[in-house]
């Protein structure tokens, strides 16, 4: 493991949790008093520029780079964000038959320029570092491995809404365990990319509006997502018992 991921893991834990709580009340007050509007991408931004600055002497090096690459590590990496992505949309339709209401997938809506960069790179940065670089690493020191996955998970999941924070919670406890395996943060920042980008494409390239109003079209995604779900379970099952055999 390099330096860098050694010293990512020995950030405290109420260290950056006070600085998130800064920040959301910094963005709270500005907001409630109409100073200035500043929304999560800021405070995602100040969160990475703040992890980089503890770990300014030991950034990656070109083995962290490499290793994101290397053959079996990305295999597993796509086909668990192939699958999270059909997984996703099996819970979209659920919520949406449940509810008839999707407030985190809108499709008349298009993300475009810091909205799109706030999604696909910013917030795989700053919420892998957090969740898996620091909250995984630190719950790890006083509860057993498990609980760390699903804890952190949880945590993760929590800043999702109702129509993607299942989904969420199992991506979340992917990417733990993608980290606990390969001990890189890089790999989950990587694949946490492709998940985002992947989605965002799919929305889009949905210029008819067919994924949610062809019936032929859901029958088929909904197909794929309890395969997906067949298959993400199997291997959150395996790896857990894997990791945690090999912790005791």
């Known amino acids: 493991m390099s330096l860098f991921n050694e010293k990512l893991k020995n950030i405290r834990l109420k260290e950056v949790l006070s600085l998130i709580i800064s920040l959301f009340l910094v963005q709270y007050f500005l907001n409630v008093f109409e100073i200035v509007h500043i929304d999560s991408f800021w405070i995602y931004l100040v969160l990475i520029l703040y992890l980089m600055y503890r770990l300014r002497d030991d950034l990656p090096d070109k083995s962290d780079f490499k290793s994101v690459f290397s053959g079996s590590v990305f295999r597993e990496m796509v086909m668990i964000v192939v ?65 760390a996955v699903l804890i952190s998970s949880l945590l993760f999941a929590s800043l999702h809404s109702y129509g993607s924070i299942t989904s969420a919670f199992v991506f979340g406890i992917c990417m733990a365990i993608l980290y606990l395996k390969n001990g890189n943060v890089l790999v989950v920042i990587f694949a946490h990319f492709l998940n985002n980008l992947l989605a965002e494409i799919i929305v889009m390239m949905d210029s008819g509006k067919i994924l949610f109003t062809s019936d032929v079209v859901v029958g088929v995604m909904s197909v794929l997502a309890v395969i997906s779900f067949v298959m993400v379970l199997n291997f959150i099952v395996r790896e857990l018992k894997y990791i945690n055999n090999n912790k005791l």
């Open 83 to 147: 699958l999270n992505v059909f997984l996703s949309y099996g819970f979209l339709y659920l919520s949406d038959y449940l509810l008839n209401f999707i407030p985190s997938f809108n499709l008349s809506y298009s993300i475009t320029g810091i909205g799109l960069l706030a999604t696909i790179l910013i917030s795989p940065i700053s919420e892998e570092l957090i969740f898996r670089g620091v909250f995984l690493n630190r719950l790890q020191l006083v509860v057993p491995t498990v609980f």
